[in-house]
C-alpha cells in the first residue's frame, strides 16, 4: 500500500513543523524505449511537456492543495534531442501568484546517457547536465479549490 509520505506527516506533526515545499518541484525519469517516437530513439519533445505537467501539478498541490488546471505555455524551447535511455530531470518553481493564477518557469535537463558503445548496460552521469528544455507557462487553481 502506498501512502504519501506528507500525508503521514501531516497525522503526527503538526502543521507549523511541516517542511514548506511550495517553492520548487522536481521529478526524474529515465526516457524508455516506449518514449521514442521518432527514427534513432529520438523522443517526442511533447514528452518534456508531460514531465512539465507533472511538476506543475505537485507545485499547484504543494501551494494550494489542489492540482489546479494548466492554462497556457507562454514560451517553450527545445534545446537539445532526448534518446531513449536518457535520464531527464524536470524542475520548476512559481514565480509569481495572482488571486487563482500562477506563473511557472520550467527546465528539464539531461542527467545521464546510456553508453551503447561500451556495453549494451552502460551510462554515464554527466558532470554538466544537458538542458534539454525550456518553458514557462499559467496555472489555474479556482478560488473555491484553493485549500491554502
Known amino acids: 500500500m502506498f501512502i504519501h509520505l506528507q500525508y503521514l506527516l501531516t497525522l503526527f506533526v503538526k502543521p507549523s513543523k511541516l517542511i514548506d515545499m511550495s517553492k520548487s518541484a522536481q521529478i526524474r525519469v529515465r526516457m524508455s524505449s ?18 512539465f505537467g507533472d511538476v506543475a501539478t505537485e507545485l499547484l498541490i504543494q501551494r494550494d492543495g489542489d492540482e489546479g488546471l494548466f492554462k497556457a505555455y ?8 532526448v534518446y531513449a535511455g536518457d535520464y531527464i530531470e524536470a524542475s520548476g518553481e512559481i514565480v ?10 520550467f527546465v528539464a535537463k539531461k542527467v545521464i546517457v546510456p ?5 549494451p ?4 552521469i554527466l558532470e554538466e547536465p544537458i538542458i534539454v528544455c525550456k518553458a514557462s507557462g499559467t496555472c489555474v487553481t479556482p478560488k473555491n479549490c484553493q485549500r491554502k
Open 74 to 81: 507562454d514560451n517553450v524551447e527545445f534545446m537539445a534531442p
Open 34 to 51: 516506449h518514449d521514442a517516437h521518432y527514427g534513432g530513439n529520438l523522443v517526442d519533445g511533447a514528452k518534456m511537456l508531460q514531465l
Open 115 to 119: 553508453r551503447p558503445d561500451i556495453s
Open 96 to 105: 509569481s501568484e495572482g488571486n487563482s493564477s500562477r506563473k511557472m518557469n
Open 121 to 124: 548496460s552502460a551510462a554515464d
